[in-house]
């Protein structure tokens, strides 16, 4: 039976979500192409029907994840964002949350394409607009805005290093979280 259009397109964003959750688990190189279809309920062959190769499936699954993880915290207030990106529930579960955070070290050994998918998304999280308040410029708000993600990201990616039960992993999240709610009210 032939596939229709819009059900080849709806089998390919399916696999787009499915490996923007699989890379995030388990890393570009711990993915392969066969699981990576079994997963999305598709036989292996199908995978070049949607795709070149498995390097344009990581560039697409890195814009979606990307634009998942920049439209939540564009939809949240500052304090509330704070609050889920830090805590144990988001570091316990990479596969449901930031990219940057799952996947960024993976992605800076990555091709150009890959690079300038992570780039992109980094400047529209900086592009999102401040508060009507703010009284910095536009070149400082920049930097406060490149801070606050360097530091969240990284607070996320220290905790996630660390054994699941470990103390110091809740540590590192309790003062990255008091970090940056301190300094929530800098944009």
């Not at 979500?17 to 711990?30: I, P, Q, S, V």
Request: charged fraction near 20%; proline fraction near 3%.
């Amino acid at each position: 039976m032939k596939v229709t259009k819009a059900q080849a397109q709806a089998n390919r964003a399916h696999i787009v979500e499915t490996a923007a959750r699989l890379f995030r688990e388990r890393g570009y190189d711990g993915v392969g192409v066969a699981d990576l279809m079994a997963a999305a309920g598709f036989t292996h062959g199908g995978f070049y029907k949607h795709f070149k190769s498995k390097a344009d499936l990581m560039a697409e699954a890195a814009a979606f994840g990307l634009a998942q993880s920049t439209q939540t915290a564009a939809q949240s207030d500052a304090a509330s964002f704070i609050a889920y990106y830090l805590s144990r529930e988001h570091r316990d579960a990479p596969g449901a949350g930031c990219t940057f955070a799952a996947l960024s070290g993976d992605a800076a050994r990555q091709s150009a394409e890959l690079k300038a998918t992570f780039a992109d998304a980094i400047e529209r999280m900086l592009a999102q607009p401040a508060p009507a308040d703010t009284v910095l410029d536009e070149a400082a708000l920049r930097c406060v805005k490149i801070q606050r993600m360097a530091q969240m990201i990284g607070t996320l990616i220290l905790s996630r290093t660390c054994p699941d039960d470990s103390p110091l992993a809740d540590e590192i999240l309790e003062v990255g979280r008091h970090w940056a709610l301190a300094h929530s009210d800098a944009v």
